[in-house]
């Protein structure tokens, strides 16, 4: 039981997936504890390397995380961003449900939220909206620009995937993920393929891998 005298006991999840444009983990660590240290937390760190933001339950130590907080073992989960802890409206909702029937808090440092006041809750459930709407709009962005290269295709002109997503491809398969795995994350976040379709698969991603090593070459022997 927490007293006036006892520090809460806080776990803060740190998460860095395949993303290049990731907030590394020194930077999210080093947030963490500047804000237990300001506030007399006990801190635990649970660090979660290479995964998606697709899914919570695609994350064992977050739901190992989770089960710890439901059990009453920490008083509160906190994280430098709200992106750290989901991108998913459905999910992010349900985490915030469940803090609140359970009694532990959310603390998010980039929104300087503590969802143990009825304010924080408010800002937190506001922000996953946000968050929800910006995903969105990336999703149609990139499906717009892909529409836009399959114009060039009367011109005889082969249709081509945008920058960050061969990268992203390439950064997840370096991180050791299988290729259905990181099929099935673009399809997760609604990526489209090269041919403007709604579907990935491993043989698809195998052809970008395949394609992108051919280039290399030609460019080396060059």
Sequence with gaps: MTTADTPLRIVGYVRVSTDKQDISPEVQVAELKAEAARMGYELTIVTEL???AASVSKRPLMVATLADLKAGNYAGLMV???????????????ILADSTRQGWRIICLDLGVDT???MGAGMFNMALNFAEIERKFIGKRT???MTELGKTKHLGRKRQLPAEVVERIKAARAA???MAKIAGELNADAVPTSQGGAKWYASTIKAVLDSTAREQLVGFRA
Excluded at 80 to 94: A, F, H, P, V
Aim: net charge positive.
């Design 50 to 52: 290479a995964v998606s």
């Design 116 to 118: 143990a006041t009825i």
């Design 143 to 145: 499906k717009d620009a």
């Design 176 to 178: 050791g993920l299988s």
């Design 80 to 94: 430098s961003k709200l992106d750290r802890l989901s991108r998913n409206m459905e999910d992010g909702t349900r």
